[in-house]
């Protein structure tokens, strides 16, 4: 059974950090393509940022220099280093994997973990 369990969520005020990390097991971590999506209220989920199982990485335009994702593969985990908090931020943050193969896609969802920076 595969699980992607999210934590590191949390309230944080304008300009402050956090670390969220998303624990997989169930799958090769390693040859996944692991991301982080976001939905806020009344908006649609969208991609924060991803990294391939290469190392390769993907950020949304709005937090390009601010977030940084990183994975370590000995501890099927993937991080997301939140920097420089804004209101805008505020959302559920779903871990995400993704594994393309020429005749099937293969993807896992998280359930989510709250972050809410206040002003």
């Known amino acids: 059974q595969v699980q992607l369990v999210e934590s590191g969520g949390g309230l944080v005020q304008v300009g402050g950090s956090l670390r969220l990390s998303c624990a997989a097991s169930?799958?090769?971590?390693?040859?996944?393509?692991m991301g982080w999506y976001r939905q806020a209220p009344g908006k649609e989920r969208e991609l924060v940022a991803s990294?391939?199982?290469?190392?390769?990485?993907n950020y949304a335009d709005s937090v390009k220099g601010r977030f940084t994702i990183s994975r370590d593969n000995a501890k099927n985990t993937v991080y997301l280093q939140m920097n420089s908090l804004k209101p805008e931020d505020t959302a559920v943050f779903y871990c995400?994997?993704?594994?393309?193969?020429?005749?099937?896609?293969?993807?896992?969802w998280g359930r989510g973990t709250q972050v809410t920076v206040s002003s």
């Open positions: 990294i391939t199982s290469g190392g390769s990485t």
């Open positions: 995400h994997a993704e594994r393309l193969r020429s005749s099937s896609t293969s993807v896992y």
């Open positions: 169930g799958i090769i971590f390693s040859i996944y393509t």
